[in-house]
């Protein structure tokens, strides 16, 4: 159900193809199928294979570029992404309370898929890349070191509350919104309504016209898809620091570079499998299972641990977060702080936007504006904090009641360890943490599958890119994770710096929506006759 693959399919014939679609012929050989004379994939494509050559062949050069395009992108686009992400979440709601609200979208004239299932697919996307290792390690890294903006409270149980405030931001509203409020309306209109292609460039529209058809519109395309590909391999690479650690920590296996590039082979080898089977088989059973164990291990956590302080965590922490909703938006008190946190994450959800505003726009056809904009800024990110309330309030209520029981697995930043802390003290661990392990892994597997077709989608023009093109960007998101991990400490570190650095064109891809979007809400409310 969250496999965004699956979701396509299962509208794709409600909906109007492009011409050019229509006339397309598969190829028959590598060379046709890989599409290797598109700008598109050798732009995105010789762009990340000349990350990994350099990770193997010249480690300290590549540390010294990325850290120099971190510190560039941070200072001069950090407080320009928060702007960005706040503006573009009140603008959402303005357009969905107002009369514009009852616009509908895509052509349709009523949602082609029912409310639950959309929703269920919207929340897996995004929580997939983080929803576990984050949700366990982000809550218990700002107990231990409290936000700038709180600063020392003064009990544990404050500390704790104001840390699942702040996880709860940045997971919250703002990150939710940018990934397909008023994307989506510009992109759904000028697809469905205008004929313009379904691909990233076609946010570029309001200022370049017709020039995205050019250079303008590979360029835009590719800087989405080394994006969204940064973003993907992310979670591909946290991966195999997790199993690895908890293999080493349960069965007492090697935790080192050749388990954990095993790791990613296998998930490599899982989402390869289901870009050759059609995405008809296998990883589309897995995916569905993935909804059902995680339904199931909140049920088993809310009835056997500390449910008390979960729901008051949530709670007190949604309260808190929207209490101090601006000053922690628009915090700029300690830049260094902000860099490996808030516009981290900023950086990592804008890679996304463009991507995720394709998906969206693919799902949502027939529902309105004030749909659109509640259930994706509103609902999903509620959703998304009860989580982190599961994972994250557990570890910091074991800590409160034993301190340093958490703290201290987190000691050093090891972020793989907070988990496997937090499920040994839960009745039957073993079980529990093998279940989180497969949770995790069937998630970041969804999530490259997902990705990887709608990168092939960009790139191929069709609803329906081949296996040769799904396999190839599945193995180089793959590839690129174990060479980054092959750098040690230092490679993690390149790979958050990585992520930021690739959100800088995106944002910019995104600017016009803040604008367009009221113009086109505005519009078809007028062609409706709702004004």
């Known amino acids: ?67 120099s395009g971190f510190a560039f992108s941070t200072q001069y686009f950090g407080a320009f992404w928060q702007v960005l992400l706040l503006v573009n979440f009140l603008i959402g709601l303005f357009l969905a309370f107002g009369r514009t609200g009852y616009v509908k979208l895509g052509a349709l004239p009523k949602p082609d898929i029912d409310t639950f299932k959309w929703l269920s697919i919207v929340l897996c996307t995004l929580l997939a890349g983080g929803g576990v290792f984050w949700a366990a390690a982000e809550p218990i890294a700002h107990f231990v070191s409290s936000p700038p903006l709180y600063g020392e409270s003064t009990t544990a149980r404050a500390a704790a509350i104001n840390a699942l405030s702040q996880s709860f931001m940045h997971w919250g509203f703002l990150a939710w919104a940018i990934l397909g409020c008023l994307s989506s309306i510009v992109l759904m209109h000028l697809h469905y309504d205008k004929g313009l292609p379904l691909k990233p460039r076609t946010l570029l529209y309001p200022i370049f016209g017709n020039r995205i058809h050019g250079w303008v519109g590979h360029i835009a395309d590719a800087c989405s898809v080394i994006a969204v590909a940064a973003g993907t391999i992310g979670p591909i690479g946290f991966l195999g620091l997790q199993i690895s650690y908890a293999l080493n920590e349960l069965f007492g296996l090697s935790d080192g570079f050749t388990t954990q590039m095993l790791v990613i082979l296998f998930a490599i080898a899982m989402y390869t499998i289901s870009a050759l089977s059609g995405v008809s088989k296998g990883i589309q059973i897995v995916s569905r299972y993935n909804i059902i164990l995680s339904v199931a291990l909140i049920g088993y956590i809310l009835i056997f641990g500390p449910t008390s302080f979960i729901v008051d965590g949530y709670v007190q922490g949604v309260g808190r977060m929207v209490d101090n909703f601006f000053p922690m938006a628009l915090y700029r008190g300690d830049t260094g702080w902000l860099d490996w946190w808030t516009v981290f994450f900023w950086g990592w959800f804008i890679g996304y936007g463009p991507m995720m505003a394709i998906f969206i726009a693919r799902i949502s056809r027939g529902r309105t504006i004030r749909q659109l904009v509640l259930s994706i800024s509103i609902a999903a990110p509620l959703i998304t904090c009860f989580w982190f309330s599961i994972v994250g309030g557990s570890g910091l209520a074991f800590e409160l009641e034993n301190p340093g029981l958490i703290s201290g697995a987190f000691e050093g930043f090891n972020l793989p360890a907070v988990l496997l802390a937090i499920t040994a003290e839960l009745p039957f661990p073993m079980i529990v943490s093998v279940l989180f392990l497969v949770l995790t892994t069937t998630f970041i597997v969804t999530t490259g599958d997902s990705m990887t077709y709608t990168i092939s989608v960009v790139i191929s023009g069709t609803t329906e890119p081949n296996a040769a093109m799904r396999s190839f960007w599945g193995v180089m998101m793959g590839v690129v994770a174990i060479a980054l991990i092959s750098m040690g400490s230092g490679g993690i570190t390149a790979l958050q710096s990585f992520i930021v650095i690739t959100a800088v064109p995106v944002s910019l891809i995104l600017l016009p929506s803040i604008w367009k979007a009221p113009q086109i809400a505005n519009q078809m409310a007028k062609q409706q006759g709702l004004v």
Do not use: C, R, Y
């Open 1 to 67: 159900m969250s496999n965004l693959a699956q979701s396509v399919d299962g509208i794709h014939n409600h909906e109007s193809v492009d011409t050019a679609e229509k006339a397309t012929t598969k190829p028959s050989n590598l060379f046709g199928k890989l599409e290797l004379n598109n700008p598109v994939f050798w732009l995105s494509g010789s762009f990340l294979l000349s990350f990994v050559f350099l990770a193997l062949t010249n480690t300290q050069q590549l540390s010294q570029w990325v850290n």
